[in-house]
């Protein structure tokens, strides 16, 4: 559960690390690996976002779609069901203002306790930090582009016959 909560605060991170910087628009292909006692896990997708919507489109190893607008939505194809839980409360936007340059184009953040890392050099490059239970977390961003995004993309779009699970 703990990990769910710090991912739903990672993902409205990138909404208003987005927000801070110029482009109203950001899109982009993705690599996340997850570092785990001498394992690394490796998704791949693309993440779009209109700076206050964030939709994130997993496509590997398996199909799983992200939108955070109002609510977070998870859908998870193989499983046949959506998670429906609360955007966080935390503000990120001011904890984003208050980052802090370390050096050249990378960037600290401390959120929630946490430490995030980033690399920005005209686009959002790559994300890193520690989550809720030891794991390194790293995602690297290729192919971006601040073209416009259709608004449609972030209206949560699944099967209505599938399980929804609300969480809090």
Known sequence: MKNVKWKIIILFFFTNLLALNLPKYFS????????????????KGKIYTDSKNVFWKYIYPNEKYIWVNNKVYVYEPDLEQVTISKKPKLNLFDAIKKAKKIKNNEYTANIDNKQINFIYDKFLQKVWYIDDVGNKVVIEFKNQSTKKIKNKLFIPAFPKDIDIIYQN
């Open 28 to 43: 982009a292909d993705f690599i996340q690996k997850i570092y785990s006692e001498g394992k690394t896990l490796t998704y």
